[in-house]
């Protein structure tokens, strides 16, 4: 089994930037694939971006491209979501979740293991 913190999260106004950490347990970190998710108020859980188990290649929504960034140190059983330039529309719970394959993957269902997840709220 694996476990997942998440946290990170907090209040910032808009333009701001925040990091949030995926911290994992139970499980070599380096063999897994980590996703980053959101959900907002009323709305279905909408990928952000994932980065594969060597940290090559990382994807990501188009809504966040080049504003948002995915990174890990295996080192230290850590993966990270760098949010730079925020808007009021990416206030919502920001979850991470791993996957066994070590791929990267769009959809939710394709990951194993999932943190409890982290308020982000963005005022204007």
């Known amino acids: 089994q694996v476990q997942l913190v998440d946290s990170g999260g907090g209040l910032v106004q808009a333009g701001g930037s925040l990091r949030l950490s995926c911290t994992a347990s139970g499980r070599p970190f380096s063999t897994l694939g980590v996703g980053w998710f959101r959900q907002s108020p009323g709305k279905e859980r909408v990928f952000v971006a994932a980065?594969?188990?060597?940290?090559?290649?990382?994807v990501y929504a188009d809504s966040v491209k080049g504003r948002f960034a995915i990174s890990r140190d295996n080192a230290k059983n850590t993966a990270y979501l760098q949010m730079n330039s925020l808007k009021p529309e990416d206030t919502a719970v920001y979850y991470c979740?791993?996957?066994?394959?070590?791929?990267?993957?769009?959809?939710?269902?394709?990951?194993?293991?999932w943190g409890q997840g982290t308020q982000v709220t963005v005022s204007s």
């Open positions: 980065i594969s188990w060597s940290g090559g290649s990382p």
């Open positions: 979740a791993a996957v066994r394959n070590g791929g990267t993957y769009y959809r939710g269902s394709n990951y194993d293991y």
